[in-house]
C-alpha cells in the first residue's frame, strides 16, 4: 500500500525525480525554472489539457493518461518541426485520486520522459472538486527562422499526411461500447486512441521542405482550415487517397472518422510538387507512410472530392470544445 502524500511530499516523494539531472528545473525547488535555449534557436512553447471525461475516460489506466497529456503536446512541437526541451505541468486532483493512480500516472510520465528527452521543469498541484483535469506547457526550440507555421501554405501545393487516420476516433467509439469491431481490430484502435505518437522526427525532417504544417487533433477538414485560413487559400481534399488502416479500412463510418474524428496527432503539411521526391524519401528513412491527398487552391474554401471530382457534403468539419 503507498503511503498517502500531502502536496509537498507528493513533490518530493513522485515529481522531483522526474526534474533529476536537467539544471533549467532547479530540483523543483523555486518558483520558476530557468532555461536557456541554445544560440540561434527560438523558443517554441505549447499548452494542451486534457480534462476527464472530454479526452480520456475514467477508467483509462493511469500511465496510459499520463503519456497521453505528454504526447498531445509534443505533437504540437512536431507541427513546428520543433525539437522537445521540457515541460511544465499542472495537476488539479479529486480527492478520490488515490495514491496508487498517482504513482501509475507518474511511472507513465517517466516512461515518455526517458522515450522523448524530456524533464519536468516546474508547475502546479492543486486540488479539485471537479473531474480531473491536466495541463502541460510543452518547450523546445528550432533553429531562429527555420519553425513549420500554418501560414505558409501557397496555390498549387501538394497537401500530405502521415500515418493514417480515424483511428483514434473509432477507437473512443469502441471503448463508449458504440461500435463492435473484432478483438485486434478493438486493441489497435483503443491504442490509437489512448497513445498517440507524435510525430517528432517527421516535423524536423519537414524544416526547409515543407510550406505549412499542423497536426490532426480535432478532425483533417477542421485542421486543414486552419492552414487555408492562416495562408489565405482553399484546399480540394481526395476523398479515395485519405490513409486507412487494415482495422478501419471497411467499417462503416471510416471515410467520416478520417475527415472529421480528430485524435489521431498525425502531420498534415504542404510542400510544392516538385519536393515529391524528397517527401518520398523523408517516407522512406522514417519508415512512415505519407499520403498526398489533395492539394491547395485559391478557393478560400475546404472541399472534399470523391473520385468523380463531385464535392461530398460534410456534416460537421471536426470537434469544437465550443
Known amino acids: 500500500m503507498i503511503a498517502s502524500d500531502g502536496e509537498f511530499d507528493f513533490i518530493a516523494r513522485h515529481l522531483r525525480p522526474l526534474a533529476a539531472g536537467h539544471p533549467a528545473a532547479l530540483d523543483l525547488g523555486d518558483d520558476a525554472a530557468l532555461l536557456e535555449p541554445a544560440p540561434g534557436t527560438q523558443l517554441v512553447i505549447a499548452k494542451d489539457a486534457l480534462v476527464e471525461g472530454v479526452h480520456f475516460l475514467a477508467h483509462d489506466p493511469a500511465e496510459l493518461i499520463a503519456k497521453k497529456l505528454l504526447r498531445v503536446n509534443l505533437s504540437d512541437l512536431a507541427a513546428m518541426g520543433a525539437t522537445p526541451l521540457g515541460y511544465l505541468m499542472a495537476l488539479a486532483r479529486p480527492k478520490a485520486l488515490t495514491p496508487e493512480w498517482l504513482a501509475r500516472f507518474v511511472t507513465g510520465l517517466a516512461e515518455d520522459q526517458a522515450l522523448y528527452g524530456l524533464a519536468l521543469l516546474g508547475g502546479d498541484t492543486v486540488g479539485t472538486p471537479g473531474p480531473l483535469t491536466l495541463s502541460v506547457t510543452m518547450l523546445g526550440e528550432v533553429p531562429r527562422g527555420q ?114 474524428g480528430g485524435d489521431d496527432y498525425e502531420l498534415l503539411f504542404t510542400a510544392h510538387p516538385e519536393q515529391r521526391p524528397a517527401v518520398e524519401a523523408v517516407a522512406r528513412e522514417l519508415d512512415l507512410p505519407i499520403s498526398l491527398i489533395g492539394r491547395i487552391d485559391a478557393s478560400q474554401t475546404v472541399r472534399v472530392l470523391d473520385s468523380h471530382g463531385q464535392t461530398l457534403p460534410i456534416a460537421s468539419a471536426g470537434w469544437q470544445h465550443f
Open 147 to 260: 519553425a513549420l507555421r500554418r501560414s505558409g501554405a501557397r496555390v498549387g501545393d501538394d497537401l500530405y499526411v502521415s500515418g493514417t487516420l480515424g483511428d483514434a476516433a473509432l477507437g473512443l467509439k469502441v471503448l463508449q461500447g458504440r461500435l463492435s469491431v473484432s478483438m485486434t481490430a478493438s486493441d489497435y484502435l483503443i491504442e490509437r486512441y489512448r497513445l498517440p505518437e507524435p510525430r517528432i522526427a517527421l516535423g524536423l525532417a519537414l524544416r526547409g521542405l515543407a510550406h505549412a504544417a499542423i497536426d490532426v487533433s480535432d478532425g483533417l477538414v477542421a485542421d486543414l482550415g486552419h492552414i487555408a485560413e492562416r495562408s489565405g487559400v482553399g484546399a480540394e481534399l481526395w476523398a479515395e487517397r485519405l490513409p486507412l488502416s487494415a482495422a478501419t479500412a471497411r467499417l462503416r463510418g471510416a471515410l467520416e472518422a478520417a475527415l472529421t
